[in-house]
């Protein structure tokens, strides 16, 4: 890969993980107002609606912006310019009548789909949203497809503001009328229309991000025209044509994806079944899951965003190297990417693990804290972070060598043994909501370890368990022991309230990375030369030296 590739790369790639991380950063700071208005029932039975309109819109429209930039790229390179709005144009199509129909289904079957009543009114509020997310993947792909992610991170970062707002504001006004009624139905109605309103947040962030993208496009109007103009392509692609390769690309990476997503689906609806079954109430079980969903899920899913992005990223990289058969390259790039998301991924999991009760309180307010339910799922389930971090970048890489189906079938196995956890739990042990924390954990494990098995049969790639994990891990641990003493001292003197919380945390998050810096430095986990080649790697390197860490 030459340098101005390179660079590209990372700027294209540092761009679209910023946005996500603050798009995740506001997701988690409107959960606490939401879930005071709303509750724990309410959160709930959003939670339950969200996941079956996750589904439905993986398969409708997720994987469009990864069809559209590849088909539009590549004739964009050809200098095919009508082509390459041909393609945009029978995306829209394929868009259009694939959403429409997502749209359909979920509106109309929303009562066979969830497993409570109280979450249907969310799943029909939000269904409208799988239309309007399937041309907005279409103009994100176009986008994309120029070469530029400041679109598409924008849009992701407005649309998540605006979701935010309304989803609070909607709430609390749907929720009006039966605050301070003390009823059961009145309960029913307060969380069932908590979680609608929570649900019109979610159409208007998608709304506001389409209407951004559509402007955007407006201003590249001028410029595609004139591209148009002096096409001398003779050739012109049918729009049959132009939708067959958009499925043919779209298909593989949606059974993949939907195989890899589908055991959140799995275990909502078992876990909901099987509970009220064994003669829980349901108010508990939705209560339960939705401390699960709002509250666990979101948390560790923030480092898991990062894997995500970086996996997107190397797969050109992977893809490029892959195709003029350099093997060297191969496994260089392999390394690097894997060695890169576990220096993120192990401090993630035991920061999360070690200030899971400062965290929770501060962006879920003290009484989750204090009452512990959610610090001990995120201190149960942290280790996921790292697996799922990795599963997500070898699914990348493998999916960079031509090997689609491969994830597809890991990802079957790997929910097998997410659902055989998760039912031999509830059905022999009182684990309850722990029961479906060590089903995900099981789900990661087995899909990372059967992603490593694939690599080194397809590429011969080992991975050095010294420099990859226990040094990483060693660091993390002196890290673990530094801020677990921050947040004693914090809990002694400044404890159950919102500014202990963030006071500790003020404290803890930096000194944390500053001491796991310190010691992945200093047992030397990367040599000079490969820090070199990490984003600012040159200035970490001239830091290390003037710290006379090296």
Not at 32 to 37: E, K, T
Not at 303 to 312: F, G
Not at 375 to 394: D, E, H, K, N, W
């Amino acid at each position: 890969m030459g340098k101005k590739q390179k660079s590209s790369f990372l700027v294209q790639g540092t761009i679209l993980i910023a946005a996500q991380m603050l798009c995740r950063i506001i997701g988690l700071l409107y959960r606490r107002p939401l879930f005071s208005v709303i509750g724990e029932q309410g959160m709930g039975y959003y939670g339950f609606a969200y996941t079956i309109y996750s589904m439905v819109l993986l398969i409708a429209s997720f994987s469009i912006p990864l069809a559209v930039s590849k088909a539009i790229a590549s004739r964009l390179a050809m200098k095919q310019y009508k082509n390459a709005q041909r393609v945009f144009h029978g995306a829209l199509i394929y868009a259009t009548v694939v959403g429409g129909a997502g749209f359909i289904f979920t509106y109309v079957g929303a009562p066979f789909l969830v497993p409570n009543e109280g979450s249907v009114f969310a799943l029909r509020t939000m269904s409208p949203t799988i239309f309007f997310s399937g041309i907005l993947g279409v103009l994100r792909g176009y986008f994309q497809g120029h070469n530029t992610m400041v679109p598409t991170s924008v849009s992701q970062i407005i649309e998540q503001l605006l979701n935010a707002v309304v989803s609070v504001v909607m709430a609390y006004v749907l929720v009006a009328p039966y605050v301070g009624h003390a009823t059961k139905a009145a309960a029913f109605k307060l969380a069932e229309h908590g979680a609608a309103g929570s649900a019109i947040g979610t159409g208007a962030g998608v709304l506001i991000g389409l209407l951004f993208c559509f402007i955007v496009y407006l201003s590249y109007r001028p410029k595609v025209k004139l591209q148009i103009k002096h096409d001398k392509t003779k050739k012109t692609e049918s729009y049959k044509r132009i939708v067959k390769i958009l499925i043919f690309t779209i298909t593989p990476v949606i059974f993949s994806t939907f195989i890899y997503n589908c055991s959140v689906s799995i275990d909502s609806t078992l876990f909901g079944h099987l509970l009220t079954n064994k003669g829980l109430p349901e108010t508990t079980v939705s209560a339960f899951y939705g401390l699960f969903s709002s509250q666990y899920n979101v948390l560790i899913n923030v480092p898991i965003a990062i894997a995500s992005s970086l996996s997107n990223a190397i797969v050109p990289d992977i893809a490029g190297s892959y195709a003029v058969n350099e093997q060297d390259a191969i496994k260089r790039n392999i390394d690097t990417a894997v060695r890169f998301i576990l220096l993120i991924a192990i401090p993630c999991a035991v920061g999360i693990a070690v200030l899971a009760k400062p965290v929770i309180g501060l962006l879920f307010g003290p009484k989750y804290a204090v009452e512990g339910l959610s610090p001990r799922m995120l201190q149960v389930g942290a280790v996921s972070i790292v697996f799922y971090c990795l599963s997500t970048m070898t699914n990348g890489i493998l999916q960079g060598l031509g090997k689609m189906r491969v994830p597809v079938k890991h990802s079957a196995i790997s929910v097998v043994a997410n659902v055989a956890v998760l039912v031999l739990l509830i059905q022999t042990t009182n684990a309850n909501v722990y029961a479906i924390v060590l089903a995900t954990v099981a789900f990661s494990v087995v899909m990372s370890m059967l992603n490593a098995r694939a690599l080194t049969k397809f590429t011969g790639y080992r991975q050095d368990v010294k420099k990859s994990v226990l040094k990483p891990v060693f660091s993390a641990g002196i890290m673990g022991i530094v801020i677990f003493i921050i947040s004693w001292v914090f809990e002694q003197f400044i404890s159950g309230s919102s500014i202990g919380y963030a006071a500790c945390l003020a404290v803890a998050v930096p000194v944390g990375m500053i001491s796991y810096f310190i010691f992945v430095i200093k047992f030397q986990t990367f040599s000079e030369e490969e820090l070199k080649q990490m984003p600012k790697g040159h200035a970490i390197l001239r830091l290390a030296q003037k710290l006379k860490l090296l």
